[in-house]
C-alpha cells in the first residue's frame, strides 16, 4: 500500500491527492487533515525528518484557488525517501497547525514562515518573529508586499545612547 | 528583541534573583559574524539561551522572485559565503531539474571539483576557527594557507576569488583552462600535508580535546528531530549523504572514491572529527575527477535556447545575436514549465535545497532555501544548556554557523 491509500485508507478518500514532477512526490491535503496526516506519516510510514518547510504566496498565481501554500518536505532517513505534503490557508486569517510537538525543527521553520508570511501556527509554543523585528508590521514575501518595501526601515526609531 | 520580553518568558515563579543575563553578540569575536544570544546565567553555568538573529536579513528570497535565474546566481553566493560555488551549483541545480535539462559530462565533472573544494574550504574555515575560538591560532593559520589556494583555483576558472558566480542555467560561464588542471593537481598533491599538520596539532591536542569532547552532545534521535543534515548530522550518527543517496552531478561515476564519514559521538569533537575526514574524501573525489575530466563542450547546445551564447557568437553571427537578444530582453526569456520542484545539494553545512514555484517566465515565483545554518542553530539553545560560557565558543564554532545563510 503506498502511502497514498495508507492515508485515504485511514483518513477517509481523497484526503491525499497525490501530484507528481520530476523526482519530486507530492501529496495535497486538506488544512483540517494535515496534522493528522503528518503525525500518521512519522509514525506508520518512517518519515521521522522533517527536512524543510516552505511557505508560497499564490496570489495572482495561474490557476490558483488558495492563497498560501505550505509544503512539508519530509524524509525517511533510513530509506532516503522523500515526500512532499502540500496544504493550503487562505485570508483573512490564515492558520496552520502547528508540527512542532512531531519535531522540534518546525519550531525556527515556522517562526520564519509566519514573519515572512503571516501564516498563523496554532499550538505554536514561541510564535515571535524571527528574521525581522518585533516593530515590523507587514510580511514580506507576501505578493502584495513591494519590492521597495513601505519605508519601514527609514521610520524605525532612533536609539540613542542616553535612552540605551 | 527587548530584554525584558526573554527574562519574563521563561520566569517559573520561583526566586531566581541569582540569575543574570548576559548579553553575547552581535559584535563578538566569538560568533564571527552578527547574531546575538542572550544567555541567562547562573554563575557561569547557562541556564537558557535565547537567540536573537535577523540582523543580516536582506531579503534574499524577496529578491529571488525579482531576478531572473541566471541573475539571482550573484545572491545565492553570498548566502554562504565560505563557500559560494556550492550555493551556485545547489541553485543552478535546482533550476536545471526544474526545467529537465541535462548537462554536458565536462560540466558536471567541473562543477563536481568545484564543490569539493569548496566543501574543503568551508571545513577548514570551520576547523580553524573553532581551534582559534579554543586558544589554537597555528592551526587556524595552516588551515588558512589551503583555503588561499582553493580562492586561487576559483579565482583562475571564473576571475573572481569570493563570488565567482561561475555557473549558469545549462553550464558554466566559460569552460575552464589547462591552468586550472595543473593547479588542481598541484593541490591535490599539497592538500594532505597540511591536512595532516592541523591532524597532528589537534587530534590528540589535551586542551582541544578537553574542551571539545562531551560538548554539545546532540543524539541521534534529537538529530533527526531537529532536521541536522551534513557533517552535524553525521557526527550524530545519521548515515546519510546526499550524494551517496540521491547521487547528482558526476558523483554517480565517483561512487568508489568517496565513503561517508560519521560518527557516533554527537560532540564537537567528533562534529570537528568528521570534517576532517571529510576533507580526506574530498580530496579522492577531486584527484578521481580531474583525472577524468572530459573533453567537449561545457555548456549545453545552443539549440537548447536556455544558454547564453558566447561573445563571439553574439557579435559574428545571426544566429548567436538572436539566442543572446531572446536571453535578454525583458520581454522575452526561456519559458520554464508551470510547476514547483525541490532540489537538494550536499554542502560542506548540510542538505542546501531550493523549493522553486515556476509560473511559466524566467523568474521564479518563489525562491525557498533550506539553509543548513538556519536549521542548525535552531538547535544550540538545546546544545549549549548546561554549559559553561566559555563552550558556547567551541558549540558555535562546531555547528558553523554563517549568518548570511542564517538570515538571508
Redo the contacts between chains.
Keep these: 500500500m503506498n502511502h497514498q491509500e495508507a492515508i485515504d485508507a485511514k483518513f477517509g478518500a481523497e484526503s491525499a491527492m497525490p501530484t507528481e514532477f520530476r523526482d519530486n512526490k507530492r501529496l495535497t491535503v486538506p488544512l483540517e487533515k494535515i496534522y493528522g496526516v503528518l503525525a500518521f506519516l512519522q509514525v506508520q510510514r518512517g518519515f521521522d525528518m522533517l527536512c524543510d518547510l516552505a511557505g508560497i504566496d499564490y496570489l495572482g498565481y495561474a490557476d490558483a484557488t488558495d492563497r498560501y501554500g505550505i509544503v512539508y518536505s519530509l524524509t525517511n532517513t533510513n530509506s532516503g525517501e522523500r515526500l512532499f505534503v502540500k496544504t493550503f490557508a487562505n485570508d483573512p486569517d490564515p492558520e496552520v497547525p502547528s508540527v512542532v510537538d512531531l519535531w522540534e525543527a518546525a519550531n525556527w521553520m515556522e517562526r520564519e514562515l509566519y514573519d515572512l508570511f503571516g501564516v498563523k501556527f496554532a499550538g505554536h509554543p514561541d510564535l515571535r518573529r524571527i528574521l525581522l523585528p518585533d516593530e515590523f508590521t507587514s510580511h514580506p514575501l507576501r505578493k502584495d508586499y513591494p519590492m521597495r518595501g513601505y519605508g519601514e526601515r527609514h521610520n524605525f526609531p532612533t536609539v540613542t545612547r542616553a535612552e540605551s | ?2 530584554l525584558e ?1 526573554v527574562a519574563s ?1 521563561y520566569e517559573t515563579g520561583t526566586d531566581q534573583e541569582f540569575l543574570y543575563t548576559l548579553n553575547f553578540g552581535p559584535q563578538h569575536p566569538a560568533t564571527h559574524t552578527t547574531l546575538r544570544l542572550v544567555l541567562t546565567l547562573d554563575g557561569e553555568t547557562i541556564v537558557k539561551a535565547v537567540p536573537d ?2 540582523y543580516l ?1 536582506s ?1 534574499f ?2 529578491l529571488g522572485e ?1 531576478l531572473d535565474f541566471n541573475q539571482y546566481v550573484t545572491i545565492v553566493d553570498r548566502m554562504n559565503y565560505v563557500s559560494p560555488v556550492a550555493n551556485e551549483i545547489a541553485w543552478h541545480h535546482t533550476i536545471e ?2 526545467m ?1 535539462l541535462e548537462i554536458t559530462p565536462r560540466c558536471k565533472y567541473i562543477r563536481t571539483i568545484l564543490a569539493e573544494l569548496a566543501r574543503i574550504s568551508d571545513h577548514l574555515l570551520c576547523v580553524g576557527a573553532v581551534a582559534l575560538d579554543l586558544g589554537g591560532l597555528t592551526a587556524f593559520l595552516y588551515a588558512f594557507n589551503e583555503r588561499e589556494k582553493v580562492y586561487d583555483i576559483i579565482e583562475n576558472a571564473s576571475g573572481q576569488r569570493f563570488h565567482p558566480s561561475y555557473t549558469r542555467v545549462g553550464g558554466l560561464i566559460n569552460d575552464v583552462n589547462d591552468d586550472f588542471v595543473t593547479q588542481v593537481r598541484a593541490f591535490v598533491k599539497s592538500f594532505p600535508k597540511a591536512h595532516s599538520d592541523v591532524c597532528r596539532l589537534l587530534n590528540k591536542n589535551k586542551i582541544f580535546i578537553d574542551r571539545t569532547q562531551g560538548v554539545g552532545v546532540l543524539t541521534r534521535e ?1 538529530a ?4 541536522c ?1 551534513g557533517p552535524v548530522g553525521r557526527a550524530s550518527g ?1 548515515a ?1 549523504d546526499l550524494r551517496k ?2 547521487p547528482y552531478l558526476a558523483y554517480p561515476e565517483l561512487q568508489g572514491a568517496f565513503k561517508i564519514v560519521c560518527s557516533n559521538g554527537g560532540d564537537c569533537l567528533a562534529r570537528y572529527l568528521v570534517r576532517m575526514g571529510e576533507m580526506v574524501e574530498s580530496v579522492n573525489i577531486i584527484a578521481a575527477a580531474i583525472e577524468n575530466l572530459p573533453s567537449g563542450p561545457v555548456n549545453i547546445g545552443t539549440d537548447s535556447n536556455v544558454v547564453i551564447p558566447d561573445k563571439s557568437a553574439t557579435y559574428r553571427s545571426i544566429e548567436g545575436l538572436i539566442q543572446h537578444f531572446e536571453l535578454f530582453m525583458w520581454n522575452r526569456r526561456f519559458e520554464t ?6 532540489g ?1 545539494n550536499e554542502t560542506a553545512n548540510g ?1 542546501l ?1 531550493f ?1 522553486v ?1 515556476s ?2 517566465s524566467a523568474k521564479a ?2 525562491a ?1 532555501t ?1 539553509p543548513p545554518s ?2 542548525h ?2 538547535t544550540f539553545p ?1 546544545l549549549v544548556e548546561g554549559h559553561q560560557i566559555s563552550d558556547v565558543a567551541a558549540i558555535l564554532g562546531s555547528l558553523n554557523i554563517i549568518a548570511a545563510e542564517l ?2
Design positions: 528583541m527587548p520580553a518568558q538573529i535577523g536579513h531579503g528570497e524577496k525579482d531539474k526544474l529537465g534529537e533527526i528531530n531537529r532536521s543534515t545519521i546519510r543517496d540521491e514549465p508551470v510547476n514547483e520542484v525541490y537538494a542538505e535545497g523549493y514555484v509560473d511559466g515565483w518563489r525557498r533550506r538556519f536549521i542553530f535552531a538545546h538570515d538571508r
